[in-house]
């Protein structure tokens, strides 16, 4: 028994007389096919079944056969099964837009500010000199103490300048009593000559020893006014309120006075209240803030007290209220910056001169204003952009002109986008320039309440 395969690819048991009836055509009849088959001769089929071939022969040609039949049903099978791929179409379901939270920008009654850094520094710092020269005497304060205008600070011993006083004393009333003579003869004189008996040069010469007299009587004045100065500079007070520094000269220290060369440095006073603020501004802030002044929208520094808050570099809400009283009268060449100073308040003191500070000016009155999550604004290289959702569903990239961030983390914005656009504030990395989205409507909120709804 022998298997043999049926035309769908089935197999059956065989006998072996089935096997003998199954035998392949010659080459001939293959090459001719099946059609040519009944015009042969009834010789030449006598004479093929006379000269069959040998069994190997046979079971080549079964082989080839069976072959063949495998080629052929595979063929059917791969057409069957592509052009059912082919024809048939695919069931599979695409995934849904991505979802993404949309929110309308939030409108607030604001007003607009730019921030600047500054650093503070005295309204009246002082160094404290020796204006005449001696040992000194005494320190009559601690270092850092808090002072008060005319508070004793040093003393210079005052011995050689009491002597001095004196002398000038003694001198001015010698040349008092020098000029009593010189009047008292000139009176006399005066007299003699009515009466001719005095000469006109006698005379002359009595009124040259009463002007002689006089001046002298002045300059001893004079003296006594220097000596009596001196001896007032050998107390050295305090010539503004303010903290001391710390004293550069201990007492038995030699210390060099007078109003030019180099003169002992004794110590320095700063005054605290009020305190400055001084900061640079760039020439493009400065021409914005001008062509906000030309428009009307805000004033004028030269001309009014523009008043502005400050901040210490630790806080974090702007505690410091004060005004801009001057502006420089020119934009410093190597920088390209114009300085500013605002000056503020300090009655507790808390303020020390050289700290740094911020501050900020008003760019504008109180409008309403956009404002829109700092975390939804797009970078394109230059650009600023927010994604927004358009009513066919799609994405919508807007080019927008943004103003700073307020206090409570929102995103002014200038131009770009109105109050009624659907603005992308989470899910920006699924959201794609004209993809379809799934929007989730959300809430533009900051992360605190700014104060007195202003921006910084």
Known sequence: MTEKRNRNGSSRRASRGEEDEAEPPSEETAARGPDAAPDRSVEEREAQTTAAPPAPARRRGMGLVVLLLLVVALAAVGYRYWGFWQTEPTTAAAPPPPAVTVAKPLVREMQEWSDFTGQFEAREAVEIRARVSGYLESVNFTDGQIVKKGDLLFVIEPKPFELALQTAKAQ???AEAQLDLSKAQ???????????????????ERVAQVSIATAARDSAKAAVDQAQLNLDYTRVTA???????RHEVSVGNLVMGGITGNTTLLTTIVSLDPIWLTFNVSEGDGMTYKRLVAKGEIKSPRDNLVQVQGQL???KSWT??????FVDNQYDRSS???????????????ITPGQFGRVRVPMSQDRPTILVPDAAVVTDQSTKMLFTF???GTVVPKPVELGPVTDDGLRVVHSGITADDQVIINGLLRARPGQKVTPEQGKVEGSGSAPSGKAP
């Open 313 to 315: 570099m630790d806080e």
């Open 172 to 174: 001015l009333s010698q």
């Open 320 to 325: 410091l209220k004060g005004t801009i009283d």
């Open 390 to 392: 358009s009513a066919d």
């Open 186 to 204: 000139l009176d006399r004189t005066a007299q003699l000559r009515k009466n001719e008996y005095a000469t006109q040069e006698t005379y002359d």
């Open 336 to 350: 390209g910056t114009i300085r500013v100073r605002a000056a503020f308040p300090n009655p507790d003191l808390f």
């Open 239 to 245: 010539p503004v309120s303010g903290r001391m520094g």
